[in-house]
């Protein structure tokens, strides 16, 4: 008597889960078919970089003047470029505790609180030009945020000058009013197929994607729902199989739409179940599947000291020099930190980069560095090796994938992905990024497989569990249309304990 009890409960655990939950499931189903092919926007996109194409070459001035910061002071960032027609350093350094930022003109030093809507458009038409586009640029307005900047990663750069550039893809820019960077770049088609996509499958809606701690936990605790009345729904579904006396086979007891919601969630259910504990996991729930501390430990050993901004300062000097001798056109210069020393990106709108030191000579990633680099991240016994082909976990698609890389290995098996041209740590294989590939990447997007077959076996799989979800959601507005009572049930179809 109690067992039957139980089970009356957990089916109508599972109808009341279903009223409550199908129609996002239902929406996750349909958005997830969407992402298949269209991504969500981003500046970086298909290998290319939108921002640095569209920038213009460096023109450094006769004497470079840099801002008073403290000779002490920790430098995270130092990125020269040009802000419409005049060339600027974007600076973010640490005093005691404080941490600080700004914007600075090149020749002057001074201090630029704030991207105006001319230089936007400047910096607009300097993209279109850039481009090769047949467009005239014109402002819309300035915006805090939207569906396509709601990320937290936009906020140090918050508000933006929203401009469009009516080309024939319908283009418009977000720019940042803080340091002139372009953060975003949509399409029209973009923007359409988002608001199909991405925004209502990641709950990328502004006014709860801003506030990061609640999103965060509406998306756990759904998904979490989810699984639980996916799980509860194949105990259903697996009881509820019968034997005809006609023909001894198994078979629903139901008709119509349940019985379509019964067969099709015998063969699909587990694919519910899959999709929504991965998006459970894409979260990172309360710390797990992030990544080790030894491993982070080590690229920051990498990394080394913080430069100061004494030490940074003669090296921006010896850059400037460079820029105003060196013969091909660079767009984007910047510092990042490696072996306790500061070292230079210049990168040219093309794509091309090198690697230069604090005096401003090329200094290529050969391998002596990478050898350098192997034996801080991963020990003497350690080994590196170009790859130009993918691996289980660093393939297209993946968080920063691009090839080649430089691959090194080490004897706890953790991977560490270089950027072969500046040495700098693209990405780290460890026990909770392998954990995270599959039970998160490999689990909701099928990319263990590779294409075309991963699209194929998606798509039907996406087909599937729409289609369950799709005559779940249709039973629970029949059951509240019908206040909330169950249909009449047939004795046979009743669990039988």
Request: aromatic letters at 12%; one cysteine or more; proline letters at 5%.
């Amino acid at each position: 008597m109690i067992k039957a009890r139980a089970i009356r409960y957990i089916f109508a655990l599972h109808r009341w889960t279903g009223v409550v939950l199908g129609l996002l499931m239902l929406l996750w189903c349909i958005s997830g078919v969407v992402m298949i092919w269209n991504p969500y926007p981003s500046v970086t996109l298909e290998g290319r970089d939108y921002r640095t194409e569209g920038l213009a070459p460096i023109i450094a001035p006769d004497r470079m003047t840099l801002p008073a910061i403290p000779d002490s002071a920790a430098v995270s960032t130092a990125r020269i470029e040009m802000l419409a027609d005049r060339p600027v350093i974007a600076l973010a350094w640490q005093e005691g505790d404080a941490g600080k930022n700004g914007l600075f003109d090149l020749a002057t030093a001074a201090p630029i609180t704030a991207v105006s809507e001319a230089d936007a458009m400047l910096i607009a038409r300097t993209y279109v030009e850039r481009h090769k586009l047949k467009s005239e640029p014109a402002y819309i307005r300035s915006i805090e945020r939207d569906e396509f900047m709601v990320a937290g990663y936009f906020n140090a750069r918050r508000p933006f000058h929203q401009v469009a550039l009516h080309d024939r893809e319908d283009t418009i820019l977000y720019i940042s009013a803080k340091t002139g960077e372009l953060s975003q770049r949509t399409t029209g088609s973009q923007r359409v197929w988002t608001w199909l996509g991405a925004i209502p499958h990641w709950l990328f809606f502004t006014e709860l994607r801003r506030n990061t701690p609640v999103w965060t936990q509406v998306i756990i605790w759904t998904s979490l729902a989810g699984c639980f009345l996916t799980i509860t729904g194949l105990f259903a579904g697996i009881r509820q199989l019968r034997r005809r006396h006609s023909t001894g086979k198994l078979a629903s007891p139901y008709r119509g739409a349940k019985f379509w919601h019964h067969m099709i969630g015998l063969v699909f259910g587990i694919f519910v179940l899959t999709f929504s504990f991965s998006g459970f996991t894409s979260m990172q729930p309360w710390g797990w599947l992030e990544g080790d501390k030894a491993s982070w430990d080590a690229a920051d050993s990498y990394s080394g000291k913080p430069v100061t901004w004494a030490q940074l300062r003669p090296a921006l000097e010896a850059q400037q020099v460079a820029l105003r001798t060196v013969s091909r056109e660079r767009s984007l210069v910047s510092f990042i930190r490696l072996e306790d020393r500061p070292w230079f990106i210049w990168q040219s709108a093309d794509g091309t980069r090198r690697r230069l030191d604090a005096m401003g000579q090329p200094a290529p990633f050969d391998d002596a560095a990478r050898q350098r680099a192997t034996t801080t991240l991963a020990g003497a016994s350690a080994r590196f090796e170009t790859m130009t082909e993918p691996d289980e976990y660093y393939y297209p698609g993946a968080s920063s994938s691009k090839l080649p890389a430089v691959r090194i290995i080490g004897d706890e098996d953790t991977r560490f992905y270089l950027d072969p041209d500046v040495g700098a740590v693209r990405f780290i294989a460890d026990d909770g990024s392998k954990g995270f590939r599959f039970l998160h990447l490999a689990l909701h997007t099928f990319d263990i497989v590779r294409s075309p077959l991963r699209e194929i076996l998606l798509v039907l799989a996406m087909l599937g569990v729409t289609a369950v979800c799709g005559f779940g959601v249709w039973l629970g507005v029949r059951k509240l249309a019908r206040g909330g009572k169950l249909d009449n049930i047939p004795k046979d179809e009743t669990p039988v304990v």
